[in-house]
């Protein structure tokens, strides 16, 4: 029999693409190993910033803060839904130790769900192997 989640796995693949997309946003800024180029004006001799993926932060920190929000708005059981499937994932518990993971989840919890979630590297790789381990 299927596991039953408060969450639809449709809503989970949703966080994983929001997850990837800001974490591969992120990633990205420094990958040519440097923030911006920096001009020299040579009458003044001021420096002229040149910052062409300013409007990219700005949509980089949206991102990451609507991914704050819509997990900030999961309820007790929704968010250890993600926490134990993340930890399947992980391969901290198998599938049939759902009940298990599931229950030490909510147990566990200590703080702000949101902020344990986005502290775990690999946190959207996790939830989607959790999801096929899962069958979901």
């Known amino acids: 029999m299927p596991t039953e989640l408060n969450l639809s796995a449709e809503t989970i693949r949703m966080f994983i693409q929001k997850i ?43 991102l990451d803060e609507e991914i704050r929000e819509l997990l900030s708005d999961l309820n007790v059981d929704e968010a250890a839904e993600l926490v134990a499937l993340t930890w ?10 759902w009940d298990q993971a599931l229950n030490e989840a909510k147990e566990r919890s ?14 959207a790789d996790y939830l989607e192997t959790g ?6």
Request: charge should be negative; proline fraction near 3%; hydrophobic fraction near 30%.
């Open 20 to 62: 990837r997309a800001a974490s591969n946003t992120l990633s990205d800024a420094y990958e040519d190993g440097h923030e911006g180029e920096v001009a020299y004006d040579a009458e003044n001799l001021v420096a002229v910033h040149s910052h062409e993926g300013l409007a990219e932060e700005e949509n980089d920190d949206l």
């Open 88 to 97: 399947i994932g992980r391969g901290d518990y198998d599938k049939g130790d």
């Open 110 to 123: 200590t703080g702000p769900t949101v902020t344990y979630l986005l502290g775990i590297p690999h946190l």
């Open 131 to 136: 999801l096929d381990e899962m069958n979901l």
